[in-house]
């Protein structure tokens, strides 16, 4: 039914700091979940207001597919951009194992911010 309006994909990824010998950091990324089918929503200040009153300082909604498992520390990559997960919702009156997830984001990183 929503599948047709999943019109991107993104990449679940993990970073892994880790020291060198000198004392610097190796930053390592790991996918856990690519190609997952998904739709990106910039918020309005108006529903970003309603969720900060709820503690989520959110700048966008990804919609994506049931059945995923996102760590909190990890990233949403969709395209270029990368986004850090706020919260994780099931869609409403629907099963988070089976049906869509709203995945509330903060904007990381984007070209077009450069």
Do not use: W
Not at 15 to 41: A, E, H, K, M
Not at 61 to 90: H, M, R, S, T
């Amino acid at each position: 039914m929503f599948t047709t309006l999943l019109n991107k994909e993104m990449n679940v990824r993990t970073r892994t700091v880790t020291v060198d010998i000198y004392g610097g950091q190796t930053v390592t990324n790991t996918n856990l979940y690519t190609s997952i089918p998904c739709r990106v929503n910039s918020l309005s200040n108006v529903q970003q207001a309603e969720l900060a009153r709820s503690g989520i300082m959110a700048t966008h909604k990804i919609i994506c597919g049931g059945g995923y498992i996102f760590p909190i520390e990890a990233q949403l990559v969709v395209g270029d951009d990368i986004f850090e997960i706020v919260d994780v919702e099931p869609v409403t009156g629907m099963s988070p194992e089976t049906h869509h997830l709203k995945i509330s984001t903060r904007m990381f990183k984007s070209p077009s911010l450069l």
